[in-house]
């Protein structure tokens, strides 16, 4: 830049003082014209450093995902090819998916058979909701006829209890002579049904009783041992759901298998490193690369130095030049600065940091991001170039840092060659 900004100086001094001879190609103006340029130059790169600050390291970087397979086998097709583009979705590669197929129909026949285990002991438990439903209805019943013959007992008691008062009173009477003998005899004839009544109410209840007990002919359950049958048919079919679960499980993971051995592109890019034959066998480690994916999505960092990017700030315009391509300016602008680097790291440990070493100042890398109108521009990766950012302040300087860039992109279509190739 330098070389270039002298060139023009010395063509104008040419120009003045000896072709057309404007002024006089004195002492004093030799000295000013040496001078003058020295000054001149320093205050211009001051300025363009500050205002329009400018860098040599401007690295293009792409996403690198290492295909691995998931799942291990015998590869049987490789339908991609070395350096080529591919698709989100298109196939890689594929294993021979019949191993795990197999695990999938095998699972899905154990599926079929663990939900029939479930109906069945759904259907079980349904009979021990009905047979506890019987045995409540029963038991309730059984209560009520026993409330009945215990009510029963009572009112003949009762009854009994009264009548007997009456043989007492009447035979009292009889013994005076005061009383009717026929009331008497009538008083001990309804005694004597009455005990004949208690005897046969008696003996009811007690057959309740012993129904209830479970000690008659037939010895129907009881509501307690319903309920226990009915909670292990509960928990038995708990158990064969859980079996379901993890039948289902199961059976998504093989299907997941399944699909794996199919391996496609995780997005849009190229593939490189394709070495991979049908016959290979894939191993499923995670380390395990066996072809590389190169995304189309790019991002441009420049490196500046710290004392450069004061008054750089997101969203100012910039321009990128790139070996790749000579003589043509990228447009771009500032996304963020990466206040970070390695030196200002301190790995957590048992020892003390260490001071006594100042290492060089390093660079801040500053993300640039390519405008619309160069957008669709491929940029491969690993591309090396140099780049201009234009702050806010000082917009003269930046015509002048413009024409600079557009000089040196230029420069890059010249090739210089030393080597020789001797042939026999």
């Keep these: ?3 270039l900004l002298l060139g023009v100086y010395a063509f104008f001094v040419w120009l003045i003082f000896i072709k057309l001879k404007l002024l006089p190609w004195t002492t004093p103006w030799k000295v000013a014209v040496a001078i003058f340029p020295v000054v001149a130059i320093a205050c211009l790169l001051l300025l363009l450093n500050i205002f329009a600050p400018t860098t040599s390291e401007v690295v293009v970087v792409r996403y690198v995902v290492p295909i691995v397979s998931q799942v291990r086998g015998r590869v049987i097709e490789v339908p991609v090819e070395n350096n080529r583009p591919v698709k989100r979705g298109d196939v890689l590669f594929r294993i021979d998916p019949t191993p795990y197929q197999n695990a999938v129909s095998s699972l899905q026949a154990r599926l079929v058979s663990d939900e029939a285990k ?8 349904v009979e021990m909701q ?12 059984l209560n009520e006829q026993l409330n009945q ?7 003949l008691l009762a009854t009994l209890d009264l009548s007997k008062t009456r043989v007492t009173q009447n035979t009292e009477l009889v013994t005076t002579g005061a009383g009717n003998r026929f009331d008497l005899e009538q008083a001990e004839t309804n005694v004597k049904e009455l005990n004949a009544q208690l005897a046969t109410a008696r003996a009811a209840e007690q057959q309740v009783k012993e129904k209830l007990s479970g000690r008659v002919k037939g010895d129907l359950a009881t509501v307690a041992q319903v309920k226990a049958q009915m909670a292990t048919a509960q928990a038995q079919v708990r158990v064969s759901q ?4 993890d039948t289902r499980a199961e059976l998504e993971t093989a299907r997941w298998d399944l699909t794996q051995s199919t391996v496609v592109a995780p997005g849009n890019g190229t593939m490189v490193n394709v070495m991979l034959r049908p016959g290979f066998f894939v191993s499923g480690m995670p380390f395990n690369e066996v072809m590389t994916f190169v995304d189309d999505e790019y991002q441009i960092f420049a490196l500046f130095g710290q004392n450069e990017l004061h008054q750089v700030d997101k969203g100012n315009e910039a321009e990128v030049t790139l070996d790749t391509y000579p003589g043509r300016v990228i447009k771009a602008h500032v996304d963020s600065i990466i206040w970070a680097q390695g030196q200002g790291q301190v790995d957590a440990s048992g020892n003390l940091p260490r001071t006594t070493f100042v290492p060089p ?3 801040f890398p500053v993300k640039l991001v390519v405008g619309e109108h160069d957008k669709a521009l491929f940029l491969a990766s690993g591309a090396r170039g140099s ?7 000082l917009a003269l300087v ?19 060659k030393h080597s020789i190739h001797i042939g026999h």
């Design 1 to 3: 830049m330098e070389v």
């Design 242 to 245: 859980a079996q379901v679960e």
């Design 118 to 125: 479930v109906g069945a002991d759904r259907e079980r438990l």
């Design 149 to 155: 013959a215990t009510g029963q007992v009572g009112v």
């Design 387 to 393: 780049a201009a950012i234009y702050t806010e302040h």
């Design 130 to 141: 009905a047979k506890l439903t019987d045995a409540v209805s029963s038991e309730r019943q």
């Design 398 to 416: 930046h015509i002048i840092r413009k024409v600079l860039l557009r000089v040196a992109s230029n420069l890059d279509y010249i090739i210089i």
């Design 361 to 363: 100042p390093g660079r």
